[in-house]
């Protein structure tokens, strides 16, 4: 069975700071996603990460992927207010029928 | 259309009728998943429909859950005799076979059972 880790589950940083959350997956998969969530809102896909060494930039975001560590990192600089959302990963499984596993979420909280 | 649509957005029922949730998917995109979010929680799997073939329901949590997908078009997650533990949102995403692409989720339907 697919488990995904996140950590940490809270997060509260002053803006300007930077910070890393870290996705921690049990099988082999070569797919992970990155999704934020607003408070009431649906999920906004960030990345999707395809290999091992992806890395990916959007603003002051990035994740990247070791497929080997079966770790993911989703790294914050300089942070802002509009970054607070709950952010998660989700894992790909490699079998057949593949569907997302996803971890319990991380929520940011940016202050000023 | 240009999203996933999940109608309705909001549903309260009393403990014991049955509810009925639909999603449209993007047009072309042949799978079509269901998750379950509880308050505070991540997303719980449901059930994945891939084209014609036969769904994967592995993750419906009772015989009370049920869904159904016409094609590659239209499903409806069916929950009989609701509970107050089924209280939560139910999201509805959808992908391309070619999963590179990432999912598309749906605004999701907030179900509270009284």
Not at chain 1, 46 to 66: C, H, I, P, T, Y
Request: hydrophobic letters at 30%; proline letters at 3%; aromatic letters at 10%.
């Amino acid at each position: 069975e697919l488990k995904v880790e996140q950590n940490p589950l809270f997060l509260s940083m002053q803006e300007g700071k930077n910070y890393t959350i870290y996705c921690n997956y049990s099988t082999t998969s070569d797919r992970l996603y990155w999704y934020r969530q607003d408070p009431g809102k649906s999920l906004e896909s960030l990345f999707v990460l395809l290999s091992n060494g992806a890395v990916k930039q959007e603003g002051r975001l990035m994740a990247s992927l070791d497929t080997k560590a079966r770790l993911s990192t989703l790294h914050i600089t300089a942070a802002v207010h509009d970054l607070s959302a709950t952010y998660f990963c989700a894992v790909d499984s490699n079998s057949g029928y593949s569907t997302l596993t996803f971890g319990k979420g991380t929520m940011l909280l940016v202050s000023p | 259309g240009a999203g996933v649509s999940q109608s309705p957005s909001n549903k309260v029922t009393e403990k014991g009728k049955d509810v009925e949730l639909r999603c449209d998917p993007i047009s072309g995109h042949t799978a079509l998943y269901w998750y379950r979010q509880r308050l505070g929680q991540g997303l719980e799997f449901l059930i994945y429909f891939q084209g014609n073939s036969a769904p994967d329901k592995s993750g419906l949590p009772s015989d009370r859950f049920s869904a159904e997908r016409t094609g590659e078009s239209v499903s409806t997650l069916t929950i009989q005799r609701t509970q107050q533990e089924d209280s939560a949102v139910y999201l509805c995403a959808s992908s391309l076979v070619y999963k590179n692409y990432g999912y598309t989720f749906g605004s999701g339907t907030r179900l509270t059972v009284v």
